[in-house]
């Protein structure tokens, strides 16, 4: 086992340099970002072993027999122990990487055991378990690299300038993905679990829980080296990000880093590199308004001569409406622009009409702008295709509220992290995939969006903090709701996987004995080697492999019975025939037992069998018996030749994690469905719902005839932030509405 103050750095193999940070100007900068690194990783690394103990926990209650169920037991309580030790060892070698990389000592101090094999190329000597880990750890430090290598490219070449170098060597940063995953494989070691399937439970949660997180590490100590002038004019392209596409307006800023969606859609993946398109600020949205202004397009202006009515009546007048409005709202046969019709009149009558309907005041511009903007974007949230209608119908309640909080803090729209846009952000993130199975209980998904919507349209007064509260429990449920479907999205992609090599080995099977022509085969024989020898070589496939003693033999055993009773008199050879009998009898006797073949069934197969054998040995070769045409007898059905087009090409494009809708069947509803598994043999994909329950298992092909037909499509931006989503179709719609009469005019 490696010791707790093991150094593990990733360095290529270099001659020692001398110390250049900590005798140098950048001493004192080196130790604060190693500190920042350090402050980050503590609570993600403090969360990520209370998420392993939930894991094993809900494993061992889930388990289906008495010994995996005592393994994730004992797993759980020996890990509750040693957790302590394990964060105190992780942070002591991490502070020792991060010295030994800025004294310029790269080597890799302190090897284990397995890195030794490994290196010395002894793989034999390499456990099973080991090698399983070691995949692992290796792919979820490329997962976490690949997500974040815009900002790791960044801090990589300020790292070097401040060691006085061109560039670092790959993975020589000990902030990297690489070096954080193999100091926590060095300090797993002391776990007392020996199962490999208990540790790698807990690799999967720091994977989940802390390497999902690492980019803001790489974005503070990046903001801190920026703040301290070492090398400020590095830019996202200059450290490796495409430059985003320029706007339509000179202001238009781009998303944060941090709100960047992880898939972007289908459509820009199989088409070349799009950038992401950014989205557009409350300010431009209103300036593009008023450039309608002379089209006539924009809201009507108010009557100047009326007396503005007072922000705090604006909003008590809003908290009236707040509680009625949609309340009662029908879902059957919805019409969201005659609802948001009727909503803007409900809001005229209030704001600015008296009890007759004559106009007596009017709302000051400001309050104005937020007002026909809050209610535009609405409009386009109601119109999102990837909201179900019962979803959509909580969610357009919150109308009232939201528009209040706008108005409090004009923020609302350009600020992503305001409590409002995040809360609608969750809630439509939670719905994409939910199907509407009838269920409203408290374990149910609309239970707990109901829930939320009722606490802010009821308790919501001017206080933003109550809308950072309720996403708080919000986020709280979905992180446990995110565990279970984790975990039935694996179970499900095992569960096919294991079908799939099934599948895959019959079908090696069945081309092997039509290659070795079986159905030129007597009936006896080729009844033995196209049902109980076939149902043998594919389990022996499956278990060994093709370089497997008893694989070997099965299919030597099919080759001998093909080479004597097969030749049809050519090239009989009676003598090897007499002494390979008893071989093919013995070897046909011991592979019926191995999987159990019925022994009565068995018996008559090989009498017949021998029967063969005799008339071959009269007649030198020739057996009298019916045979079956070769093409009718291992017969493959024809199959159409697949079609390649833009289609099939963005169907065999698609990531894991890419979200569709289809309709399978012209009666029923559209399906939303995310893949989370694709085979590598058979090119077959599993997807399931936003429960995390399969929702639909398919061949390429047949998905690509879907998308041909019209009846799938990938959706847009499913993970996209909702209110993100709705601002940047604002800007489609303005941008149309203003273009359009000019050319109009033009012509």
Same mark, same amino acid.
């Given at each position: 086992m490696a010791h707790a103050d093991k150094i593990v750095y990733?360095?290529?193999? +270099?001659?020692a340099q001398a110390p250049v940070v900590t005798m140098g100007k950048y001493g004192a900068l080196a130790r604060a970002c190693e500190d920042i690194l350090v402050q980050k990783m503590e609570p993600l690394l403090h969360d990520m072993f209370a998420q392993v103990d939930d894991d094993l926990y809900r494993l061992a209650e889930n388990s289906t027999s008495n010994s995996r169920q005592t393994l994730f037991f004992d797993s759980m309580r020996s890990m509750r122990i040693f957790k302590e030790k394990a964060e105190q060892n992780y942070f002591r070698m991490?502070?020792?990487t991060f010295t030994s990389f800025w004294e310029g000592r790269s080597s890799l101090g302190g090897g284990s055991s397995r890195d030794t094999a490994l290196l010395d190329g002894e793989l034999s000597l390499v456990e099973k378990d080991e090698l399983e880990e070691e995949l692992a750890v290796t792919t979820m430090a490329s997962k976490a690299q690949t997500r974040f290598h815009h900002d790791l490219a960044l801090l990589d070449k300020r790292f070097a300038h401040m060691l006085g170098k061109r560039s670092l060597e790959k993975d020589e940063n000990p902030a990297a993905p690489k070096a954080l995953s193999e100091i926590f494989r060095v300090v797993l070691d002391e776990w007392e679990a020996e199962e490999v399937l208990a540790r790698i439970v807990v690799y999967k949660c720091f994977e989940r829980v802390v390497l999902s997180e690492i980019g803001t590490v790489y974005e503070s100590i990046n903001q801190l080296l920026v703040e301290k002038d070492v090398l400020p004019e590095l830019t996202p392209h200059q450290g490796g990000t495409a430059p985003r596409r320029a706007a339509g307006s000179a202001g238009y800023r781009g998303q944060d880093a941090g709100s960047q969606p992880e898939q972007r859609s289908q459509?820009?993946? %199989?088409?070349?590199?799009?950038?992401?398109?950014? %989205?557009p600020s409350l300010k431009e949205i209103w300036?593009?308004?008023?450039?309608?202004?002379? +089209?006539?397009?924009?809201?009507?202006?108010?009557?100047? =001569?009326?007396?503005?009515?007072?922000? *705090?009546?604006?909003?008590?007048?809003?908290?009236?409406?707040?509680?009625?409005?949609?309340?009662?709202? *029908?879902?059957?046969?919805?019409e969201w622009s005659a609802v948001q019709k009727r909503i803007r009149e409900q809001l005229s009558q209030t704001l600015c009409l008296d009890e007759s309907g004559k106009e007596v005041h009017r709302i000051a511009e400001t309050e104005q702008q937020t007002i026909d903007i809050i209610l535009m974007l609405f409009d386009h949230v109601l119109d999102d295709a990837n909201l179900p209608d019962a979803?959509?119908?909580?969610?357009?309640?919150?109308?009232?509220?939201?528009?209040?909080?706008?108005?409090?803090?004009? %923020?609302?729209? *350009?600020?992503q992290? =305001?409590?409002?846009?995040r809360l609608l952000n969750e809630l439509a993130a939670a719905s994409v995939g939910w199907r509407d199975d009838g269920d409203r209980s408290e374990k149910g998904l609309y239970f707990h969006v109901k829930r939320a919507v009722d606490r802010i349209v009821h308790d919501y007064s001017d206080d933003s903090a109550l809308f950072d509260e309720v996403l708080q429990d919000f986020t709280r449920y979905m992180d446990k709701r995110a565990r279970v479907k984790q975990?039935?999205?694996?179970?499900?992609?095992?569960?096919?996987?294991?079908?799939?090599?099934?599948?895959?080995?019959?079908?090696?099977v069945e081309d092997i004995l039509h290659g070795l022509g079986v159905s030129a085969l007597?009936?006896?024989?080729?009844?033995?080697?196209?049902?109980?020898?076939?149902?043998?070589? %594919?389990?022996?496939?499956?278990r060994e492999g093709e370089e497997g003693n008893n694989w070997r033999k099965a299919v030597h055993i099919a080759h001998t019975m093909v080479t004597y009773l097969g030749s049809n008199g050519a090239d009989f050879d009676r003598e090897k025939l007499l002494s390979s009998i008893p071989e093919i009898i013995s070897g046909l006797k011991k592979g019926f037992s191995y999987i159990s073949f019925d022994q009565n069934k068995a018996t008559a197969m090989l009498s017949r069998l021998q029967s063969c054998f005799i008339e071959a040995l009269k007649n030198d070769g020739f057996v009298q018996e019916e045979k079956v045409d070769e093409e009718s007898s291992v017969a493959e059905e024809a199959r159409e030749p697949e079609i390649e087009d833009e289609h099939s090409i963005a169907v065999r494009n698609m990531k894991e994690g890419a979200w569709i809708r289809m309709k399978l069947d012209a009666e029923e509803e559209p399906l939303i469905c995310k893949m989370v598994w694709r085979s590598k043999y058979t090119g077959t994909m599993v997807f399931v719902d936003g429960q995390g329950n399969k929702a639909a298992q398919m061949k390429e092909p047949e998905l690509a005839s879907y998308f041909r037909d019209g009846s799938a499509q990938f959706l847009e931006d499913a993970q996209a932030p909702l209110i993100d989503r709705a601002l940047k179709k604002m800007m489609k719609v303005l941008n149309a509405r203003i273009v359009g009469p000019k050319l109009q005019l033009s012509e």
């Open positions: 990733l360095g290529k193999g +270099q001659a991490l502070r020792n459509t820009a993946e %199989t088409s070349g590199a799009e950038e992401e398109e950014p %989205t300036q593009y308004i008023k450039q309608m202004a002379p +089209q006539g397009m924009a809201p009507p202006a108010p009557n100047v =001569h009326l007396p503005v009515l007072p922000r *705090d009546n604006v909003m008590d007048a809003l908290s009236s409406m707040q509680s009625a409005a949609l309340s009662d709202l *029908d879902l059957d046969n919805v979803m959509r119908a909580l969610i357009a309640r919150l109308q009232i509220p939201v528009l209040k909080a706008a108005i409090a803090d004009p %923020t609302f729209v *350009d600020d992290q =305001h409590p409002a846009r975990i039935l999205e694996e179970r499900l992609a095992q569960a096919v996987s294991g079908e799939e090599k099934l599948e895959v080995a019959k079908k090696q007597p009936k006896p024989a080729r009844e033995i080697l196209e049902q109980p020898w076939k149902k043998l070589m %594919t389990i022996l496939l499956l």
